[in-house]
């Protein structure tokens, strides 16, 4: 914190804590009210001087992800900045460097997958650029980290007859209609309860996923997803009883932990595999578009993936009878000698 003081030489200085340096900003003046108005002008500057130690940007940054992000964006960044922390303890920001991104990994392995390593990786990575935009750093150190290697694996999803054995079993019709809208549209869980009615636009067929005041979209890119006619018919038998199109018996929405701990009820009940999860309704529906010969840059655009790299490494092995179907296209006996080819 800044404060104003005048020293035995008359002149006023403004004196503010760099760190574990004091500082002493002369303001030029033996006039108080003149010293002052000045002092008042940078104070602001003062105050937000740039953090020199690990734990007071990780201060700053949470602040403003809370303000610009959603409850599950926070979470993340609290857990991973914990990680961080748990790591390199209150280390000062000048010492920080690319080594200590690779000991970040080692050190997120030893309690973590791959893939959960790879996303504290990416966040402490977006915390330090935050950072530099908000002229908190000059630099990145991670800016240069490499995320670990995941072996490819075929996605998971639930076949179709196991998908209609799952909607055979489940009696309560409005959670029935929440499942068939999330494998019709791949909406994420908190997209769906925090849908809204007027986020629906029925005359054009249209499902609009935005941004809104108590709800972020991940990645903060609002989309658009067609209705087609079996989606349609859906919501219009869906009764209206709130803002929200899904809620409980009361007409308040759903929380997402009672979405995920019901579903898991009903994939137990209905004999399913316990790898399944809600999540898993999302990558179902991709699977579908992908096996019905669904560009991959459409699916990217439907799911709201922030690059088709990712959709592709999710799904691309689904196109293997596609590509199969196109390389049988090649007919040697079209163009080469008769005999040549046995």
Same mark, same amino acid.
């Given at each position: 914190?800044?404060?104003?003081?005048?020293?035995? *030489?008359? %002149?006023? +200085?403004?004196?503010?804590?760099?760190?574990?340096?004091?500082?002493?900003?002369?303001?030029?003046?033996?006039?108080?009210?003149?010293?002052?108005?000045?002092?008042?002008?940078?104070?602001?500057?003062?105050?937000?001087?740039?953090?020199?130690?690990?734990?007071?940007?990780?201060?700053?940054?949470?602040?403003?992800?809370?303000?610009?992000?959603?409850?599950?964006? &926070?979470?993340? +960044?609290?857990?991973?900045?914990?990680?961080? &922390?748990?790591?390199?303890?209150?280390?000062?920001?000048?010492?920080?460097?690319?080594?200590?991104?690779?000991? %970040?990994?080692?050190?997120?392995?030893?309690?973590?997958? $791959?893939?959960?390593?790879?996303?504290?990786?990416?966040?402490?990575?977006?915390?330090?650029?935050?950072?530099?935009?908000?002229?908190?750093?000059?630099?990145?150190?991670?800016?240069?980290?490499?995320?670990?290697?995941?072996?490819?694996?075929? /996605? &998971?999803?639930? /076949?179709?007859?196991?998908?209609?054995?799952?909607?055979?079993?489940?009696?309560?019709?409005?959670?029935?209609?929440?499942?068939? %809208?999330?494998?019709?549209?791949?909406?994420?869980?908190?997209?769906?309860?925090?849908?809204?009615?007027?986020?629906?636009?029925?005359? *054009?067929?249209?499902?609009?996923?935005?941004?809104? =005041?108590?709800?972020?979209?991940?990645?903060?890119?609002?989309?658009?997803? /067609?209705?087609?006619?079996?989606?349609?018919?859906?919501?219009?038998?869906?009764?209206?009883?709130?803002?929200?199109? %899904?809620?409980?018996?009361?007409?308040?929405?759903?929380?997402?932990?009672?979405?995920?701990?019901?579903?898991?009820?009903?994939?137990?009940?209905?004999?399913?595999? =316990?790898?399944?999860?809600?999540?898993?309704?999302?990558?179902?529906?991709?699977? +579908?578009?992908?096996?019905?010969?669904?560009?991959?840059?459409?699916?990217?655009?439907?799911?709201?993936?922030?690059?088709?790299?990712?959709?592709?490494?999710? +799904?691309?092995?689904?196109?293997?009878? *596609?590509?199969? $179907?196109?390389?049988?296209?090649?007919?040697?006996? =079209?163009?080469?000698?008769?005999?040549?080819?046995?």
């Amino acid at each position: 914190m800044a404060f104003l003081f005048q020293r035995n *030489n008359g %002149f006023y +200085y403004a004196v503010y804590r760099d760190g574990s340096r004091v500082v002493w900003h002369s303001l030029r003046t033996r006039d108080k009210a003149e010293a002052e108005a000045g002092f008042q002008a940078i104070k602001p500057t003062l105050d937000r001087r740039r953090p020199t130690m690990l734990k007071d940007l990780a201060d700053a940054i949470l602040k403003y992800v809370e303000l610009n992000n959603g409850k599950g964006t &926070v979470d993340l +960044y609290r857990v991973s900045m914990q990680h961080l &922390v748990v790591l390199l303890g209150n280390a000062p920001l000048r010492l920080i460097g690319p080594m200590d991104g690779e000991r %970040f990994k080692e050190h997120l392995l030893k309690t973590v997958t $791959n893939v959960s390593a790879n996303v504290y990786l990416r966040t402490i990575k977006s915390m330090f650029n935050t950072a530099v935009r908000l002229d908190l750093m000059k630099e990145n150190p991670f800016k240069n980290c490499r995320s670990l290697r995941i072996p490819a694996k075929d /996605p &998971v999803y639930i /076949p179709k007859a196991d998908f209609a054995k799952l909607l055979q079993t489940i009696g309560d019709e409005r959670f029935r209609s929440l499942v068939l %809208f999330s494998v019709l549209t791949g909406m994420r869980r908190g997209e769906l309860i925090n849908l809204l009615w007027s986020d629906i636009d029925l005359p *054009n067929r249209l499902i609009r996923i935005r941004n809104k =005041e108590d709800f972020t979209v991940k990645t903060m890119r609002p989309r658009t997803i /067609p209705i087609n006619k079996d989606l349609f018919r859906l919501i219009e038998g869906l009764p209206r009883r709130s803002d929200h199109v %899904f809620v409980d018996r009361k007409g308040m929405p759903l929380k997402g932990g009672y979405v995920t701990k019901k579903f898991k009820q009903y994939i137990r009940s209905a004999g399913l595999s =316990e790898q399944f999860h809600w999540h898993h309704l999302r990558s179902t529906f991709a699977s +579908y578009l992908v096996q019905s010969s669904t560009p991959l840059a459409e699916v990217q655009r439907l799911l709201g993936h922030s690059s088709v790299v990712t959709t592709q490494q999710s +799904y691309a092995v689904l196109n293997d009878d *596609n590509l199969r $179907n196109a390389t049988d296209k090649i007919q040697l006996d =079209e163009f080469t000698p008769k005999g040549l080819v046995k």
